[in-house]
């Protein structure tokens, strides 16, 4: 059950984010019809961001159905807490520290929201939301490690009531997991509902609509649709052209949706109130990862050490580009750029080195966890 290589898509989803964020800054003045369109449809590239919490809930849990059919031991919920830790807050860490001096440099930086960082708990409150304020993406990270958590202890119990009464029905661990799906959505519910101050720029629209809860129904979905592909696996299901027609037709709508929405609004087009136009597009990402673990030609393609490394370096990838960003252009280019071919010259620079320092960190993080992990 070789999957490992499905990380690629993380490597897509960081392209995604990658262009929309450089495509924030690009020249718009006097833009042509078609190019104003396109730069409206990648402002909608957020949505790929989903995929790292589809990707997650999918693979870890793949240890955990495979208890229910006596194949091993539950997870110790100890030790991937100390593995998570040490694979996600080094370079978290490093990469909020490095921001936090550069956004000090530039003006006053808040103390408050950087030390919360720290935590992980800033996505309590719309002040601490941003870490700091240079890198924008680094919110993820607490939402990212929160969800984790929770999810894994509610893996845990699970799994081990499921073990217990030997239960392997779909209809009985459906109910169990739809159940917490409506506590997750009550809980959302109930914190959009909380009286919390209006802060300005994005934060003001984001909050309180971005919290774990939300997130952690992808998580919970996805732990459940693995547990079908582990059960197809067992009645031998094999690869086959509708795998590839999936993922291809699932790719295509997301497309076509999102080019039928260009100009909407962040948290336009979902339901709940919820950011990533959750679920329709949440649902088909998904499905084009279930398409590919079941295509006949289009996974052996994909699977190859490029697509696998990229794959690999996407975190600190992630970590890194906007703070690459803000300081290629606050260095060379100056505030605005004067043509689109200042601008594509400058994104080529943002990626090479983007790739560059995501490269040294990821073998120097790599070999740092393994000499403390392998203890």
């Given at each position: 059950m070789k999957i490992a290589w499905l990380n690629w898509y993380r490597g897509f989803a960081l392209i995604c984010i990658i262009t929309y964020h450089l495509n924030q800054i ?11 369109k396109l730069y409206q449809f990648f402002s909608l590239l957020p949505v790929a961001v989903g995929i790292f919490f589809i990707l997650w809930g999918f693979l870890r849990s ?314």
């Amino acid at each position: 059950m070789k999957i490992a290589w499905l990380n690629w898509y993380r490597g897509f989803a960081l392209i995604c984010i990658i262009t929309y964020h450089l495509n924030q800054i690009r020249p718009i003045q006097n833009l042509a019809l078609w190019d104003w369109k396109l730069y409206q449809f990648f402002s909608l590239l957020p949505v790929a961001v989903g995929i790292f919490f589809i990707l997650w809930g999918f693979l870890r849990s793949l240890s955990y159905w495979k208890v229910v059919y006596g194949w091993g031991e539950i997870p110790p919920f100890w030790k991937w807490v100390k593995d998570r830790i040490f694979r996600i807050a080094p370079l978290y860490y490093l990469a909020l520290l490095a921001s936090f001096l550069w956004s000090a440099f530039l003006w006053v930086e808040d103390w408050k929201s950087f030390l919360v960082g720290f935590t992980f708990f800033s996505w309590m409150h719309p002040s601490t939301f941003f870490p700091v304020a240079l890198n924008g993406p680094l919110w993820f990270v607490a939402y990212d490690m929160m969800g984790n958590l929770i999810v894994m202890i509610f893996m845990t119990k699970i799994f081990w009531f499921l073990r217990k009464i030997k239960i392997r029905k779909f209809w009985i661990v459906s109910i169990l997991f739809f159940l917490g799906f409506a506590i997750l959505l009550a809980l959302h519910s109930a914190f959009v509902s909380l009286p919390y101050p209006k802060l300005e720029w994005i934060v003001s629209v984001w909050f309180p609509y971005y919290n774990p809860f939300i997130f952690w129904i992808y998580y919970l979905f996805w732990a459940l649709i693995a547990w079908i592909y582990l059960h197809l696996k067992v009645r031998n299901m094999r690869p086959s052209l509708i795998g590839d027609a999936l993922f291809i037709l699932s790719l295509l709508g997301i497309g076509y949706f999102l080019t039928r929405i260009r100009g909407a609004t962040d948290l336009a087009y979902s339901f709940p109130v919820s950011p990533f136009r959750f679920p329709f597009v949440p649902f088909l990402l998904g499905v084009s990862i279930f398409g590919l673990l079941f295509s006949k030609y289009i996974s052996k393609w994909i699977d190859n050490r490029w697509f696998v490394f990229f794959g690999k370096i996407s975190y600190p990838l992630y970590l890194f580009h906007a703070l690459i960003i803000v300081m290629i252009q606050y260095f060379f280019f100056g505030e605005r750029f004067q043509s689109f071919r200042e601008w594509s010259i400058f994104s080529s620079i943002v990626l090479t080195i983007s790739l560059l320092v995501s490269t040294v960190l990821i073998r120097l993080e790599g070999f740092l966890t393994k000499k403390y992990l392998s203890k």
